[in-house]
């Protein structure tokens, strides 16, 4: 059971780190350091946007509109580090 809740943390780090990517990259897009233009920073915008495009959605349609302020990846990071406490602190059980 510890491995599981080992490789259950492993995805919940990676999906943190992947949404903090995202939030950088949208900042250094709309402050223009990067281009969209380049192939590169293209793709790589594309494929974080088609990965975490199912998430956002469903927070974003709860969320009220918040005009151009988009608090979805905030969500999202609350939402890993609360699950993140909920099994450290019931740990036992799952043992």
């Known amino acids: ?5 080992q490789i259950l943390f492993f995805v919940l780090d990676v999906v943190w780190w992947i949404v903090i ?4 990259l949208s900042w250094l897009i709309n402050f ?14 594309d494929g974080l946007n088609k990965l975490l495009d199912p998430i956002y ?4 349609s709860i969320l009220p509109d918040m005009g151009g302020l988009d608090l979805a990846p905030l969500i999202v990071l609350l939402a890993i580090y609360a699950l993140r406490v909920v099994i450290i ?3 036992s059980a799952f043992l």
């Open 57 to 60: 959605r469903r927070i974003r």
């Open 1 to 5: 059971m510890l491995s599981i809740l």
């Open 21 to 24: 990517a995202h939030v950088i």
């Open 89 to 91: 602190n019931n740990i």
């Open 32 to 45: 223009q350091v990067l281009n969209l233009r380049q192939p590169l920073v293209a793709q790589i915008w």
